[in-house]
């Protein structure tokens, strides 16, 4: 179930993977929001996330720094990343940028979770 | 869309938003926090930090974004170290070319690369480095190129006259607080020298010591009750106090009469309203109209008080005030011709002469102000210590006051309805 939590930032959880989605317009409001969610589903225990932009239209210079920050944290807890239903004019900046380098593009949502799921661990019973 | 143009809007869009951010007015240190994040943003830096260092000694961390903020603040520079910056092209704040003449970088080479900074931009205004910006590599894992150089001095820049800017306006704001303090304090003074200057008034006339301390209280309270700015309530006391200055001119022996004194003596009494205003409209009081208010506290509505004989507009709302605090306070103390009177007579006193001596509406605010008193409705009890405890006390004071009230709104509603 889609749980909206800090305020209008809705998410949801597959397994151990955390579908966060980001807004029409990522700049310091929702991104703060989003980084907030981000850390909040990580903290319980998420081991991935995938942040859907299939919503969003832009992404400012905050927007990047932001999303830098969730990749930064994703990769010290030692949490996958993958952005999803990310339009072509962001794909560009983020190439430009390179954010690419740090996270996996997916087509869509399911993509994305499917993508995660093939690196789930399943757990050795002794 | 080219990746150059598409990088030089992405710059543009963030370097406007840069502008708009320390063009505002928001919380200082949210401001240094989105400034950052619009300069890490435009170059997909993956950390950096904004800090302090006005003076020699540890960096203040302002802002930071993806770095320990304990890190940074562990550093520290000295006044060699900044002045070194200030001939450096920012090529040369490059972390790895630390054996250049940098010597902050020299001296923090391994720290600044464990923590992963790469670049540390000062910011300088007016000649003077105010602060460092420490910058982490690009997402990409490209190196800094000549046009990031460009974009970070030019960011950087900002940042810093945003936050100069901001630290002068602190010092102003901090400047006016210490000069309305002493603008406060230099109140205090005047209004304990005015206080003193009552007392000397009143010890000239032994039968009414205290009078022109409870003549201020009484005008400070009715104004408050007719909803008078606290400045001015401040400027009615003062007036209150110093109502009577002007008996300092009269002879001690008219003043202290145990008698009804005569026709002469009594227009020597009355020289004191018009006394007082020439001694009190030299002086530049913080607050307006307190001689006029000295002068014409003994005029009446009907044009029979002195010195002017004016009459009902022509008086000022403040001398009508003191006067009816005046006469309130002359009704309710011992005189030595004789007693004071009871509360019931000075209501009926305030009834007969309102519309003639005193002004509706003042008496009206001052029935209202004493019956909040009686009622318990305020934690101020001033009125009642002035006056002793023994003297409100009766279920008769609650309806003597509360009728006078009602017959003088009446009264003043008729008044506007007849105009």
């Known amino acids: 179930m889609d749980t909206p939590s800090g305020g209008l930032v809705r998410s949801h959880c597959v397994g151990t993977t955390a579908v966060v989605y980001a807004s029409d317009y990522l700049n310091k409001l929702s991104g703060e929001k989003i980084e907030r969610e981000c850390r909040r589903q990580l903290k319980c225990g998420c081991r991935a996330l995938v942040i859907d932009f299939s919503d969003t239209k832009l992404v400012n210079s905050i927007g990047v720094s932001i999303l830098l920050g969730i990749i930064d944290v994703a990769e010290k807890s030692g949490a996958r990343i993958v952005f999803s239903d990310v339009n072509n004019q962001t794909v560009e900046l983020f190439d430009m940028l390179g954010l690419t380098r740090h996270v996996v593009l997916a087509k869509d949502e399911q993509e994305a979770v499917l993508n995660l799921s093939r690196f789930e661990t399943t757990p050795v019973v002794h | ?419």
């Not at chain 2, 009715?222 to 606290?230: F, P």
């Not at chain 2, 401040?234 to 202290?256: M, P, S, T």
């Not at chain 2, 018009?274 to 009190?280: M, R, W």
């Not at chain 2, 009902?312 to 011709?337: C, H, N, W």
């Open chain 2, 1 to 419: 869309m080219e990746p150059s143009t598409q990088k030089l809007i992405h710059t543009f869009g963030a370097l406007a938003d840069l502008g708009q951010e320390i063009a505002g007015t928001g919380d200082f240190t949210e401001m240094v926090r989105t400034s950052l994040h619009l300069l890490l943003g435009t170059l997909a830096l993956r950390r950096g930090a904004v800090v302090d260092c006005s003076g020699a000694g540890p960096l203040r961390c302002v802002a930071v974004w993806g770095l320990g903020e304990q890190a940074v603040n562990s550093f520290d520079i000295d006044e060699g170290e900044m002045e070194s910056f200030l001939g450096c092209e920012i090529a040369d704040s490059l972390v790895k070319n630390s054996s250049t003449a940098n010597r902050f970088l020299t001296r923090h080479h391994d720290k600044l690369a464990h923590e992963g900074i790469e670049l540390v931009v000062p910011m300088i205004v007016r000649g003077e480095v105010t602060g460092l910006v420490l910058l982490g590599g690009k997402a990409s894992g490209e190196e800094f190129s000549n046009d990031d150089f460009e974009t970070i001095r030019a960011m950087v820049r900002h940042i810093g006259v945003g936050i100069h800017t901001h630290r002068l306006l602190e010092q102003l704001a901090q400047r006016a607080g210490e000069n309305r303090r002493l603008y406060d304090e230099l109140r205090a003074i005047y209004r304990d020298t005015v206080r003193a200057f009552a007392a000397a008034i009143d010890i000239k006339d032994k039968y009414t010591q205290g009078h022109s301390e409870r003549v201020g209280k009484y005008s400070e309270i009715i104004a408050r009750e007719m909803g008078w700015s606290e400045e001015e309530v401040e400027g009615i006391q003062i007036a209150g106090y110093l109502h009577d200055i002007g008996k300092l001119i009269v002879d001690r022996d008219i003043i202290n009469a145990p008698y009804r004194i005569d026709a002469k003596s009594s227009s020597e009494l009355n020289r004191h309203p018009s006394a007082g205003y020439e001694i009190l409209a030299p002086i530049r009081h913080p607050y307006a109209d307190i001689p006029l208010m000295a002068k014409h506290h003994h005029e009446r509505l009907d044009g029979r008080g002195y010195p002017d004989g004016l009459t009902d507009e022509q008086i000022p709302l403040g001398a009508k005030i003191v006067s009816l605090a005046d006469s309130f306070d002359a009704m309710t103390t011992d005189r030595p011709y004789r007693r004071r009177r009871s509360f019931e007579d000075v209501v009926q006193d305030l009834r007969e002469n309102s519309g003639k001596q005193f002004d509706g509406k003042v008496v009206a605010a001052f029935a209202r102000a004493i019956l909040k008193e009686v009622r318990g409705e305020t934690k101020d009890r001033r009125i009642t210590k002035m006056l002793g405890k023994s003297y409100l006390e009766g279920e008769h004071v609650e309806t003597l006051l509360t009728d006078l009230i009602a017959d003088l709104e009446a009264d003043s509603h008729a008044k506007a309805q007849t105009f």
